[in-house]
Structure formats: structure tokens, C-alpha cells
């Protein structure tokens, strides 16, 4: 069984978000040993100069190789990643199973993304869409969305 690690920089704290996660997690558990770890996200001030915004993101980046299993594939959600459609994840997927990749680990940063390190190790960048979403969202999201690519993959009829 493959394992799903989902490595993410801070908490889910609204209701709506844990129930959501807490759902697909549970639907997960058929297809794969799914793993999340949450992060802190450093503070910042209300309007954060450039600077300071690098040294959070360089802080978390830091915590965040610090939880990266050596051999797993990371998997980066970033703005500036390649767009996939469903199908084109659940090939990614599969693919990655085929080739012995045993432990698939999706990175999600805070709230002004990852550091650059972070993106650099990783073997795929994905973007979930050109618009923006609360990273909190985007976590339910990248869960849903894997859940509908082992579903794919096993020709159920959830996508259509």
C-alpha cells in the first residue's frame, strides 16, 4: 500500500476544515497510509517587509527538510507549479507506484507559500489553479483531489 504523506505549514483550527479533512482522510484509508504532519507558521507582523517574510519562509523550509523522509517523492503545491487536470494526478500517481515509489510526500506552505529550497527538492510542482485559495482550503482540496485519483485509477465511478 502506498503511503500519502500530506506536509503542511500550519494548523487547521475552523471546524469546516477539520471535518472536511477528517472525511477524506478517512476515505483515504482504503487506498493508502495516509500521513499529516503539521508545521507551525512563523509569526509575522501585520505588513511583513520582504525580508522578513524570507526569514519565515526560510525558518519553516527548515522544519520542513527537517520532516521530509529521505526516500519519499515530494511533491510541491506551489502558484507558480504545472496545472493538472484529475486524470493527469491520478497518472502521476500510478506512475510513481510503478517505478517503486513507495512513499509520495505533498508539500503545502503557510500563507506566502514555500521557500524557494523547498521547491528545488522537489520532483513535481503542482499548482491547484491560477487563482488563490486559504492554504487551510487548499489542504482539503489536495486531499480530495487524491482521493479522486486513487478512485480513478481503480474505475469507480465518483469521477466523472
Known amino acids: 500500500m502506498q503511503k500519502v504523506t500530506i506536509l503542511c505549514v500550519g494548523k487547521l483550527k475552523e471546524k469546516f476544515y477539520t471535518d472536511a479533512a477528517a472525511e477524506y482522510s478517512k476515505r483515504l484509508s482504503r487506498f493508502c497510509k495516509l500521513e499529516i504532519t503539521e508545521l507551525a507558521e512563523e509569526r509575522l507582523p501585520e505588513n511583513p517587509s520582504p525580508a522578513q517574510i524570507e526569514a519565515a519562509l526560510a525558518k519553516e523550509a527548515a522544519a520542513l527538510r527537517g520532516k521530509l523522509p529521505p526516500s519519499a517523492t515530494v511533491i510541491a503545491m506551489c502558484v507558480e507549479g504545472q496545472l493538472r487536470s ?17 512513499h509520495l510526500v505533498f508539500v503545502i506552505g503557510g500563507s506566502f507559500g514555500l521557500h524557494p529550497s523547498i521547491k528545488a527538492l522537489a520532483a513535481e510542482k503542482l499548482s491547484m489553479s491560477p487563482m488563490t485559495f486559504p492554504h487551510h482550503l487548499a489542504r482539503v482540496m489536495l486531499l480530495e483531489q487524491i482521493y479522486r485519483a486513487y478512485q480513478i485509477n481503480a474505475g469507480s465511478r465518483y469521477h466523472k
Open 86 to 102: 484529475s486524470e493527469e494526478l491520478a497518472r502521476l500517481m500510478s506512475g510513481s507506484a510503478d517505478r517503486g515509489e513507495s
